[in-house]
Every structure is written in C-alpha cells, then in structure tokens.
T-cell receptor
Framework: ETGVTQTPRHLVMGMTNKKSLKCEQH?????MYWYKQSAKKPLELMFV???????ENNSVPSRFSPECPNSSHLFLHLHTLQPEDSALYLC??????????????FGPGTRLLVL | GQQLNQSPQSMFIQEGEDVSMNCTSS?????WLWYKQEPGEGPVLLIA?????ELTSNGRLTAQFGITRKDSFLNISASIPSDVGIYFC?????????????FGPGTRLSVLP
C-alpha cells in the first residue's frame, strides 16, 4: 500500500464513450500527477496539480480532461479516445510540486483499453 | 529536454547473484529516486536520495547519489526470484527547469532459479 489508490483498475471503452478515472491519496500531500505509461516507453507526464491548481499540461490532447476538486482527489475525464490511448494511467502524489527533496508516490494504475 | 539514460536495458541473472544498474544524465538533479514496477502494478518507491554522495540501503538494496549529481546507481545483493520487475530511476530537477521529475526508461530484471 503506497497511500495512493486508483479506480477502476481496469477499463475497456469504445471510442465514443465517456468515462472517468479516479485517484485518491491519503498521505496529506498537496501535489498530484497523471502519467501515461505505454509499452516500452518511459513514463509520460500528462498533468500536474499543486494545491488544487493545474501547474502543468504537457501538451495533452483535449480528449483528456483533468479535475482536482481538492488536494486529496484527482480525476481524469476521458471522451472520444483513440485506440492509441490504450495504456496504463498512473496517478502519483508528492508533498508539493517543485518542492525541495520531493518524493513521488504512485498508485497501482488503471489499465485502459480503447476499442 | 532533460533525459535519463538507464543501463542495462535488461538483464538476466542467476538467483543469488548481485545486480548493478545505473542511471546517467547530462543534467544535474537535486533528488534521485529508485522505483520497482511489477506487471500490472504502479511503481513502488525503493530508495530516495537527497544529497550528492549519499549512500542509502534498504535491505538487500543499496543506492548512491553520484557526487557530480548527474548519476546514480542501484545494487541488489543476493538476488531472489521476487526481485523480478522493471527498475526505474527518477531525478528531480532544480527549481525553474520545467518538468520537475524526469524518469528513465527502466531496467528489466529477470532472475533465473
């Protein structure tokens, strides 16, 4: 248990569906992150929230829409995805974004398959 | 942008052998983190290093923060089958250098009984 939970763990969706991924951290952190992990590629940072404010959008297509209602919860809303969006989506948290001596803790991920 | 290189990309070892892997960059980092990821799971933090030259152990794992702040290594002693997985390094860039954490591509470790 890393203190970061993600639901669902697995998701299959069609290209016309709308779904949401949820992340919750129980570590008292103030920064939360979404990463995409595709086979044989390094982790790709998608979004960063620091104290509920989005501080980074790493050129992510608009079919991915993040939401951070408070420091403990992070959502990723998905709509009209493409098959190449199939991947493991990882959430992480840290005390703060760009803080000193930060450590990121990851959730177990949501394995997404787009048909 | 900043990149981390990890080597080796993959390794096959016999159970009981020691393992060494490293992470290098042309950029300076303030923090080095080592993670292990097993299939279908998220990366789990193994060791965090915060100071140049720091040497830290976690059971059979030992990691060091290079004195140039551009590299780090991870050693695993007396490997066992459950050490199988992908080991990632991550570096935290100094403030003002854009994307704060940079991840390496991973070293895939296989342990043969």
């Amino acid at each position: 248990e890393t203190g970061v939970t993600q639901t669902p763990r697995h998701l299959v969706m069609g290209m016309t569906n709308k779904k949401s991924l949820k992340c919750e951290q129980h570590l008292g952190h103030n920064a939360m992150y979404w990463y995409k992990q595709s086979a044989k590629k390094p982790l790709e940072l998608m979004f960063v929230y620091n104290f509920k404010e989005q501080t980074e959008n790493n050129s992510v297509p608009s079919r991915f829409s993040p939401e951070c209602p408070n420091s403990s919860h992070l959502f990723l809303h998905l709509h009209t995805l493409q098959p190449e969006d199939s991947a493991l989506y990882l959430c992480a948290s840290s005390r703060a974004a760009q803080g000193v001596q930060e450590t990121q803790y990851f959730g177990p991920g949501t394995r997404l398959l787009v048909l | 942008g900043q990149q981390l290189n990890q080597s080796p990309q993959s390794m096959f070892i016999q159970e009981g052998e020691d393992v060494s892997m490293n992470c290098t960059s042309s950029s300076i980092f303030n923090t080095w983190l080592w993670y292990k990821q097993e299939p279908g799971e998220g990366p789990v933090l193994l060791i965090a290093l915060y100071k140049a030259g720091e040497l830290t152990s976690n059971g059979r794992l030992t990691a060091q923060f290079g004195i140039t702040r551009k590299d780090s290594f991870l050693n695993i002693s007396a490997s066992i089958p459950s050490d199988v997985g992908i080991y990632f390094c991550a570096g935290q860039l100094p403030l003002g250098y854009g994307q704060n954490f940079v991840f390496g591509p991973g070293t895939r470790l296989s342990v043969l009984p």
